[in-house]
Structure formats: structure tokens, C-alpha cells
């Protein structure tokens, strides 16, 4: 498991961990880790020109003292102050007895061959400083590494409020920050390395599943196993209009772990066509068979509502899609707060912009799917918390919050996956797993991680790819993360 931690728990630790340790001894140790990076990214350190982007405080003082570093192994080390009064002293002291120097050149950026940004470090909020913007702008040919957050980055969120500087590489201290694992903030960081401090963090807010937990979460039956026993998920998706979504909404779920998978709704004689092993209906959640989940939603149209309200008066989870958060939108949280069974909402962008008006939620300057974009977790964790439900909101990263605010984020996806349906297939599998018996953080979780792994995998090295070669690459895709 990959682990992010707020910015006050980092806070918190390091002044701890600074009670115990001889002054200065944790941002030297910062410093040579970064250091260490930064000289794996030059062809050769000796020679090398390299710039020092030094702004106030202990993120300016982490990448003077790697600047001096560097110095002392021949390179041509110069140091932009963005802010002279209140610069590192020790750090500044250190680079010019290395034989670094100072410049107020900002040419300098352009002609270096690796820039070290540390103008504003986990500490700034908001957009960066008059005096410090132009730099996002500027043209460069070298690598530009990060100390700890990209500057401009909520290192809290990943908003980016303003203008930011975009970097190659990204050395985070002591943990991640969850603004280098969500966008916009994740596609401003670049390659993340993390360099251990040894603190003493509490419970990370954030996590992110490697390979092996995904894969320890898997469901798999026992040697008594039957398909009642694995658990039976039903789907109410399709219509007259869109029987495709409920053909690939069975298809992610006769994937995902389930012993059988149940259909109700208008696309029953197309999903038996495509496939004959699903049990299918025309009645309705209610009347449909005995289920251990419900997924809702996907291609429903106007029977979407209706499915939902007797899909949520079950005593099993229940997974709303599509046209079902439509319907959930314009009624508002009622009817998913305090529910006994655990709910599981599953919206894109602008799904969840609707959501949130139906908790009165107002954007500001930026409007529905845009502000979602921006703020994507802090949209996640107000709709869980004003729902009572699981989210899962689908993206270039995927959050996904409990109402309690623990959150996790995958990034297994690919671009590719954004192709019609490819949510719909999600659907199937989420609710697939909620059926096996996984809580719904581990089912959304596991579901986006297998997902990502299975676009990527039916993408090869690049090419388009349709929802039902997503559907098609899971098995393979799982048989992978088990093996």
C-alpha cells in the first residue's frame, strides 16, 4: 500500500522527530536524498549546470543544501532567491562555500541542465506569488524536479488555483502528499519519488493500493464453494434506447467475482444473447430473485428512478450508475442516508456536479463538471459525506471516499479507457465484487485498480479500444494480478 498524509500529520511528525535529533540533521537528510536523485537524472554531475530555485523557509533550505551538494561534485550550481530577505541562511551559506552562487538572472532557467523547484514547499496554499509566476511560463530544456510539491499545488488536495510549475520529477519527504497522487495537481508532479525520513505518521487519509493488495482482496472461492455461495449480483440497466449498456454491464460482472449474475429490465433478450450463463427478467428489482448487491443505473433512462427506489428498499448494497444518479440528484440524499446496507455511487464528473447541487452545493467561478475537475477530492468526500455512500468518482484519477473521509486513489487507468460504455462495464464489476462480499472502499477500489489493468492491457502499446475489449481483458488482467 502507497500512503499520503495531510499536511499537518507531516507537520506534527517531523517536529517530533526534530525534538529527537540534532539540529538541522532532518533537512540535511532531506537534502541528500534529493541530492541523490537529481544527480541519477544528470548524464554526469560534473559540469552540469544546474539551477536552484530558492524560495522562503525550509523548502527553499532543502534545495540549497542539495544545490550544495551537487556543487561539491562539480557542478555549476546557481541559486535564483525569489525571496533574499527571508532565504535559508544555513542552506545559502553552504551552497557559496561549495562554490554555488547567486544570480538574478532568470535566463538562467532556460540554460539549465536540471532546475530544483523550491520556491513554495507543502506549506503554500493558493497560486504562487507575483514574484514567482513568470516562472511557470518560462521556456526550458532541462529537468525540472520538484522539492517535496510542485510550487502551485495544493499539496493537501492537488488543486491548482493559478499558475504552477510542471515538473519532471517530484521528491516528496518523509510520505506522499495527496496532491501528488490526484489531478490536476498528480499531472504536475511527473515521476514521484518518495525519500524516508523515518517519522513516526499516524493512519494515512489517503492510500493507494499496489498490485498485491488489490490482489489479496480478490475474491476467491473455497473448495464448498457453489455460485449461491459466491453470491448472486443483479443488474436493472438497459432500455429500449440503450440495450448496448446493459449487455456490458453483465459483462463487467460476469468478471468481477460473483457466482451469478441476476438482469432485470427491458435488454433482457439481448444480454441472454450475448450471455446465455446470466439469469434474466423483465420485473424489476423487486421481483427479480433473491441478490447479494444491486447495481443500477447504467442506459436505464426513464426506468432508472424506479429501479433505484426498489433496489434501495432491498436489504443488500446497492451501486448507483448513470441514469440512476440522475434520479438520485433531483430526489437528494434522503434516500440513501441511514440506509442499514452500504451504497456505492459511481459518477463522472458531471454526474457528481449534479449530485452536489442535489446537496445545494454551489461551485463557484467554475461551473458543474469543471469544478468537480478542480477539486476532485474534495467533491468526492462532500458527496459521501453528504450521501452517506461510498463514492467512486471516475476521472483520470479515480478517488474513491468513504463517508468518513477515508479515501483512496488509482491510477492504473489509461486515456484509452474513455470510450463508451467502459463505465458501464465498471458498474457490472463493482457490484460484482460487492455481491462476493468486499466492503464497498475495497470493491470500488479493487474494481478501478482491475479496470485501469485491464484498458491498459486490451490498449497494448496504444491503440483504441472499445468497452467490450475492456470487458474481454479482465479475466487475463486478474489471472495477472494473482499469478
Not at 52 to 73: E, H, P, T
Not at 476 to 483: E, K, M
Request: glycine share 16%; net charge neutral; proline share 6%.
Amino acid at each position: 500500500m502507497r500512503f499520503a498524509h495531510r499536511v499537518d500529520q507531516v507537520r506534527a511528525a517531523e517536529a517530533e522527530s526534530m525534538a529527537r535529533l540534532p539540529d538541522g540533521a532532518l533537512m540535511r537528510r532531506a537534502a541528500a536524498g534529493l541530492a541523490a536523485v537529481c544527480a541519477g537524472l544528470l548524464p554526469r554531475v560534473y559540469g552540469s549546470r544546474v539551477l536552484v530555485l530558492a524560495g522562503s523557509g525550509d523548502n527553499g533550505g532543502d534545495a540549497l543544501f542539495a544545490g550544495a551538494r551537487l556543487a561539491r561534485r562539480g557542478a555549476r550550481v546557481e541559486a535564483l532567491l525569489l525571496d533574499p530577505g527571508r532565504v535559508h541562511g544555513a542552506g545559502l551559506a553552504e551552497l557559496l562555500a561549495a562554490g554555488g552562487r547567486v544570480t538574478d538572472d532568470q535566463g538562467a532557467f532556460g540554460r539549465a541542465d536540471l532546475v530544483l523547484d523550491g520556491i513554495v514547499g507543502i506549506g503554500g496554499r493558493g497560486p504562487l506569488r507575483p514574484v514567482a509566476a513568470p516562472l511557470a511560463g518560462l521556456p526550458r530544456r532541462g529537468t525540472l524536479v520538484a522539492v517535496d510539491v510542485p510550487s502551485g499545488v495544493d499539496p493537501d488536495t492537488g488543486e491548482v488555483a493559478g499558475a504552477a510549475l510542471r515538473a519532471d520529477v517530484t521528491v516528496c519527504f518523509g510520505t506522499h502528499k495527496p496532491g501528488l497522487l490526484i489531478d490536476p495537481g498528480a499531472r504536475y508532479a511527473g515521476v514521484v519519488h518518495l525519500v524516508g525520513l523515518g517519522l513516526d505518521l499516524p493512519p494515512a487519509p489517503v492510500e493507494v493500493l499496489q498490485h498485491a493488495d488489490a490482489a489479496a482482496l480478490l475474491p476467491a472461492p473455497g473448495a464448498e464453494s457453489d455460485k449461491y455461495r459466491r453470491g448472486v449480483v443483479g443488474i436493472a440497466a438497459g432500455s429500449a434506447t440503450y440495450p448496448g449498456a446493459a449487455v456490458l454491464a453483465v459483462a463487467g460482472a460476469l468478471r468481477g467475482g460473483a457466482g451469478a449474475v441476476r438482469y432485470t429490465g427491458h435488454a433482457a433478450a439481448e444480454v441472454v444473447r450475448r450471455h446465455p450463463e446470466a439469469l434474466v427478467t423483465e420485473d424489476g428489482p423487486a421481483r427479480a430473485g433473491r441478490v447479494q448487491a444491486w447495481v443500477v443505473g447504467p442506459g436505464g433512462g426513464a426506468d432508472a428512478a424506479g429501479a433505484l427506489r426498489e433496489a434501495l428498499d432491498s436489504a443488500v448494497p446497492v451501486l448507483v450508475d448513470a441514469d440512476a444518479l440522475t434520479a438520485l440528484a433531483r430526489t437528494g440524499p434522503g434516500a440513501t442516508l441511514g440506509r442499514e446496507a452500504p451504497v456505492l455511487l459511481t459518477p463522472h464528473a458531471g454526474e457528481a456536479a449534479r449530485l452536489l447541487a442535489g446537496l445545494g452545493e454551489r461551485t463557484g467561478e467554475r461551473t458543474g463538471a469543471e469544478a468537480v475537475e478542480a477539486a476532485r477530492l474534495r467533491s468526492a468526500r462532500r458527496l459521501a459525506a453528504g450521501y452517506g455512500a461510498t463514492v467512486l468518482l471516475k476521472g483520470s484519477t479515480t478517488v474513491v471516499a468513504d463517508p468518513d473521509g477515508r479515501t483512496r486513489v488509482n491510477r492504473t487507468g489509461t486515456g484509452w479507457l474513455g470510450t463508451a460504455g467502459s463505465g458501464d462495464v465498471l458498474a457490472g464489476l463493482a457490484g460484482s465484487l460487492l455481491a462476493a462480499g468486499l466492503a464497498p472502499l475495497d470493491a470500488a477500489s479493487v474494481a478501478a485498480h482491475l479496470h485501469g489493468l485491464a484498458g491498459r492491457r486490451a490498449a497494448g502499446p496504444g491503440a483504441p479500444i472499445t468497452a467490450l475489449d475492456i470487458a474481454a481483458a479482465l479475466h487475463p488482467a486478474w489471472a495477472a494480478l494473482v499469478g
